[in-house]
């Protein structure tokens, strides 16, 4: 057992962090809110980055590495808020023509899972292609047949809604077993976004308690602070294991089960994120409940991150089947 | 990020799992809680049979008779000895986790000679005198004076919560040598031998009504000075050398505990046919995930520290999540078994007497071994970089 980031690894995270703070620093993200949460520009130069073709095989222009490393590129996508259907273009890399190089973007939805919700399709506008995952396979849909009408105010500002009805049948590009899979690849791939945005939300929110000053002393000085933080912390080195082993098992299935290592990533994940951004939000005080202060940014995603691919809820009933 | 055994730890695995099949069930049932002369020659019997099959001290240096594994092979040991039901390190924790290694660390060769091979065979049992009724969580304001004269210390004090001190033959003592010194300057490490005149023990009774802890009184108590570990003054160093030692392995054996609770909550909730009851489905996978989360982490500190060679401050993450975890799993089993968690003994064919022990016994989870506050003071310092608390 040696599970640990290798070398090789450790510079993929490096490369893709440095890669995201000159490009997506935080004072960027009023620009890319402006522009409907999507910058065709940015998009080329993450896939010159790799982000979707990084588990193509080197021979079709691809990286040809593992889901064990996506986590990584994923976690730092997320830590930073980059916005954008990261993960639909990325399972679409293998699927359909163009979305590896970032050339056609791919969006998506799960219509797996028991919803009787709104229809609610993300990016819609800026797709070239929708996949919707259904437990019959996967299925491509152009996105200008479906019928949707725009969400004016979305909860995530980075993350444009729009309504539909209904959606085409569309063109079948994978059967149920690889639709399955997809959906165990996306569910952990938005787990890592989850845990990026939960040490995000900690840093932000650490960073604040060590600057801010009340009773003369930084407030990061009192346990009542230190004690939110330290628990922040907890949360999110359990979710970075929990996604770390999901990454590791999907390569490698003999590693453990990919269905239970699955579920326990998306669902500490998804706790660490919305328990996190909520402490960022309580740090700042009452500069957390403003628009300017980016607290609010890291829940809002959290919260779209966190019903796409199966709840927390849903995940912990599919652990529970599998205790019999 | 490789999770599965190399083909050596898949070897050691297997032998480890062999030599259990067979040891464990030969050494029979435990005896019963109270009688502690019968519990200690159980607990030694079984450390003599780790010991001639070359699984005593698996942390220890080869030099000292130890295995020297890897953290990757003690791991494995938490875990397939948990897994076999194999008897919990007992009357033998103090002497092999903590006073042998400090000994190892700091003692001198006479000290390693005289006690480091007793302890790993099971011939000498350790107890902890650490803790005073004022001095808990701040250990070092501790006021038990050791006085010098000539070749001895005097020793007068009271300690509390100390494991085992009933059958011990050594515990490992730390005292106030010097009153005028900032706190952490003036306190000494001593093996004090319990069968010295003045030493009185009293028993005092968990909320469980048992009979593990004591307390030690300590009147003139004579100490040799050749019993001393370390200099004069520098026992609060000599403590913090061995305070973190092994905690990180050692959760792989109270997981795979955890895991096994857990199955018997499935059951109990079969049992009582409140399986179907989606709530309690979600709980139930909700805490089996976080339980498989957690064993990740477990496993990615153990692989760092192999990498560093240093036990990593996660273990204070990873102990914090561990004892919330324990303590909702056992409130949940209670829930399941209703009004049969009034009674402490099997009722209406329910296992109501394990569930109880096991829901009492998690109370002092986030106590022992450094409370939850503690700890998240220590993630919130020293991981997070907060700034420290004005403290005396």
Same mark, same amino acid.
């Given at each position: 057992?040696?599970?640990?980031?290798?070398?090789?690894?450790?510079?993929?995270?490096?490369?893709?962090?440095?890669?995201?703070?000159?490009?997506?620093?935080?004072?960027?993200?009023?620009?890319?809110?402006?522009?409907?949460?999507?910058?065709?520009?940015?998009?080329?130069?993450?896939?010159?980055?790799?982000?979707?073709?990084?588990?193509?095989?080197?021979?079709?222009?691809?990286?040809?590495?593992?889901?064990?490393?996506?986590?990584?590129?994923?976690?730092?996508?997320?830590?930073?808020?980059?916005?954008?259907?990261?993960?639909?273009?990325?399972?679409?890399?293998?699927?359909?023509?163009?979305?590896?190089?970032?050339?056609?973007?791919?969006?998506?939805?799960?219509?797996?899972?028991?919803?009787?919700?709104?229809?609610?399709?993300?990016?819609?506008?800026?797709?070239?292609?929708?996949?919707?995952?259904?437990?019959?396979?996967?299925?491509?849909?152009?996105?200008?047949?479906?019928?949707?009408?725009?969400?004016?105010?979305?909860?995530?500002?980075?993350?444009?809604?729009?309504?539909?009805?209904?959606?085409?049948?569309?063109?079948?590009?994978?059967?149920?077993?690889?639709?399955?899979?997809?959906?165990?690849?996306?569910?952990?791939?938005?787990?890592?976004?989850?845990?990026?945005?939960?040490?995000?939300?900690?840093?932000?929110?650490?960073?604040?308690?060590?600057?801010?000053?009340?009773?003369?002393?930084?407030?990061?000085?009192?346990?009542?602070?230190?004690?939110?933080?330290?628990?922040?912390?907890?949360?999110?080195?359990?979710?970075?294991?929990?996604?770390?082993?999901?990454?590791?098992?999907?390569?490698?299935?003999?590693?453990?089960?990919?269905?239970?290592?699955?579920?326990?990533?998306?669902?500490?994940?998804?706790?660490?994120?919305?328990?996190?951004?909520?402490?960022?939000?309580?740090?700042?005080?009452?500069?957390?409940?403003?628009?300017?202060?980016?607290?609010?940014?890291?829940?809002?995603?959290?919260?779209?991150?966190?019903?796409?691919?199966?709840?927390?809820?849903?995940?912990?009933?599919?652990?529970?089947?599998?205790?019999? | 990020?490789?999770?599965?055994?190399?083909?050596?730890?898949?070897?050691?695995?297997?032998?480890?799992?062999?030599?259990?099949?067979?040891?464990?069930?030969? *050494?029979?049932p435990p005896p019963p809680a109270h009688d502690w002369p019968a519990r200690r020659a159980y607990d030694t019997g079984w450390q003599?049979?780790?010991?001639?099959?070359?699984?005593?001290?698996?942390?220890?240096?080869?030099?000292?008779?130890?295995?020297?594994?890897?953290?990757?092979?003690?791991?494995?040991?938490?875990?397939?000895t948990a897994?076999?039901g194999a008897p919990y390190v007992g009357v033998n924790f103090v002497g092999t986790l903590h006073g042998g290694?400090?000994?190892?660390?700091?003692?001198?060769?006479?000290?390693?000679?005289? *006690?480091?091979?007793?302890i790993?065979?099971g011939?000498e049992v350790w107890c902890q005198g650490f803790s005073e009724p004022?001095a808990g969580s701040?250990l070092?304001?501790?006021?038990?004076?050791?006085?010098?004269?000539?070749?001895?210390?005097?020793?007068?004090?009271h300690k509390i919560w100390c494991s085992f001190a009933q059958v011990a033959d050594f515990g490992e003592l730390l005292?106030?040598?010097? !009153?005028?010194?900032?706190?952490?300057?003036?306190?000494?490490?001593?093996?004090l031998?319990m069968?010295?005149?003045?030493i009185e023990i009293r028993p005092l009774p968990t909320l469980a009504g048992e009979g593990e802890f004591s307390e030690v009184f300590l009147?003139?108590?004579?100490?040799?000075?050749?019993?001393?570990?370390?200099?004069?003054?520098?026992?609060?160093?000599?403590?913090?050398?061995?305070?973190?030692?092994e905690r990180?392995?050692a959760?792989?054996g109270e %997981?795979?505990l955890?895991?096994?609770n857990?199955?018997?909550?499935?059951?109990?909730?079969?049992?009582?046919?409140?399986?179907?009851?989606?709530?309690?489905?979600?709980?139930?996978?909700?805490?089996?995930?976080?339980?498989?989360?957690?064993?990740?982490?477990?496993?990615?500190?153990?692989?760092?520290?192999?990498?560093?060679?240093? !036990?990593?401050?996660?273990?204070?993450?990873?102990k914090?999540?561990y004892s919330?975890?324990y303590q909702?799993?056992t409130?949940?089993?209670?829930?399941?078994?209703?009004?049969?968690?009034?009674?402490r003994?099997?009722?209406?064919?329910?296992?109501?007497g394990r569930f109880l022990a096991e829901g009492l016994k998690s109370l002092n989870s986030s106590i022992a071994a450094g409370t939850?506050?503690?700890?998240?003071?220590?993630?919130?310092?020293?991981? %997070?970089?907060?700034?420290?608390?004005?403290?005396?």
């Amino acid at each position: 057992m040696d599970f640990q980031l290798t070398e090789d690894q450790e510079a993929l995270q490096e490369g893709i962090r440095s890669f995201c703070e000159g490009r997506v620093p935080a004072d960027r993200l009023p620009d890319l809110e402006a522009k409907g949460g999507f910058d065709r520009g940015l998009w080329g130069e993450l896939a010159e980055m790799g982000v979707f073709s990084l588990r193509r095989p080197e021979a079709e222009g691809g990286v040809g590495l593992g889901c064990a490393d996506a986590v990584l590129v994923f976690a730092e996508l997320g830590r930073r808020l980059v916005p954008g259907p990261l993960v639909w273009s990325h399972l679409a890399a293998g699927l359909l023509e163009g979305a590896a190089g970032g050339a056609v973007v791919v969006g998506g939805i799960d219509c797996t899972a028991d919803s009787d919700g709104p229809l609610l399709l993300e990016h819609l506008a800026h797709l070239d292609a929708l996949l919707v995952l259904r437990t019959d396979g996967a299925f491509r849909v152009d996105p200008r047949a479906v019928a949707a009408e725009p969400v004016a105010v979305p909860l995530d500002p980075l993350t444009p809604l729009h309504h539909a009805a209904a959606l085409p049948g569309g063109e079948r590009v994978a059967d149920a077993a690889a639709a399955a899979r997809l959906r165990l690849e996306g569910a952990t791939l938005a787990a890592a976004q989850l845990l990026g945005l939960a040490e995000g939300s900690q840093q932000l929110a650490t960073a604040y308690a060590k600057q801010r000053e009340q009773f003369g002393r930084p407030i990061g000085e009192f346990q009542a602070m230190k004690h939110l933080l330290a628990d922040a912390f907890v949360r999110q080195e359990l979710a970075r294991a929990a996604v770390y082993a999901a990454g590791a098992i999907l390569d490698d299935p003999s590693a453990g089960e990919p269905v239970r290592a699955v579920a326990a990533a998306k669902l500490t994940a998804g706790e660490a994120a919305l328990r996190n951004s909520r402490t960022c939000i309580q740090v700042h005080g009452g500069m957390g409940y403003t628009w300017e202060v980016p607290a609010h940014l890291y829940l809002k995603r959290t919260w779209v991150l966190e019903n796409g691919f199966g709840t927390g809820g849903e995940h912990a009933h599919r652990v529970a089947d599998l205790l019999g | 990020m490789d999770l599965r055994d190399s083909q050596a730890e898949a070897r050691f695995r297997e032998e480890l799992r062999a030599w259990l099949a067979e040891a464990v069930p030969a *050494h029979g049932p435990p005896p019963p809680a109270h009688d502690w002369p019968a519990r200690r020659a159980y607990d030694t019997g079984w450390q003599r049979k780790l010991f001639d099959a070359g699984y005593a001290g698996m942390s220890w240096p080869a030099e000292y008779g130890g295995r020297d594994a890897t953290p990757n092979e003690q791991l494995i040991y938490s875990e397939e000895t948990a897994r076999a039901g194999a008897p919990y390190v007992g009357v033998n924790f103090v002497g092999t986790l903590h006073g042998g290694p400090t000994l190892i660390a700091e003692g001198t060769p006479e000290q390693k000679q005289r *006690h480091l091979a007793r302890i790993l065979r099971g011939e000498e049992v350790w107890c902890q005198g650490f803790s005073e009724p004022s001095a808990g969580s701040d250990l070092a304001s501790l006021k038990t004076a050791a006085v010098r004269e000539g070749d001895h210390y005097v020793v007068s004090g009271h300690k509390i919560w100390c494991s085992f001190a009933q059958v011990a033959d050594f515990g490992e003592l730390l005292v106030r040598t010097d !009153p005028e010194a900032p706190k952490h300057k003036g306190i000494s490490w001593l093996i004090l031998p319990m069968d010295a005149p003045g030493i009185e023990i009293r028993p005092l009774p968990t909320l469980a009504g048992e009979g593990e802890f004591s307390e030690v009184f300590l009147d003139a108590v004579r100490v040799p000075v050749e019993n001393r570990v370390g200099e004069e003054n520098d026992g609060w160093r000599v403590t913090n050398v061995t305070l973190r030692f092994e905690r990180g392995t050692a959760f792989a054996g109270e %997981l795979v505990l955890l895991q096994r609770n857990l199955a018997e909550l499935v059951d109990l909730a079969k049992q009582r046919g409140r399986w179907a009851d989606p709530a309690l489905r979600e709980d139930v996978g909700h805490m089996a995930a976080e339980i498989d989360a957690l064993w990740a982490m477990v496993k990615l500190s153990v692989c760092r520290a192999s990498r560093t060679g240093m !036990p990593g401050l996660e273990a204070s993450a990873i102990k914090l999540h561990y004892s919330e975890l324990y303590q909702r799993m056992t409130e949940l089993g209670l829930r399941v078994l209703g009004r049969a968690a009034l009674s402490r003994e099997d009722v209406g064919g329910l296992p109501s007497g394990r569930f109880l022990a096991e829901g009492l016994k998690s109370l002092n989870s986030s106590i022992a071994a450094g409370t939850s506050q503690i700890q998240r003071n220590i993630v919130a310092e020293r991981i %997070l970089g907060l700034p420290r608390e004005p403290r005396r």
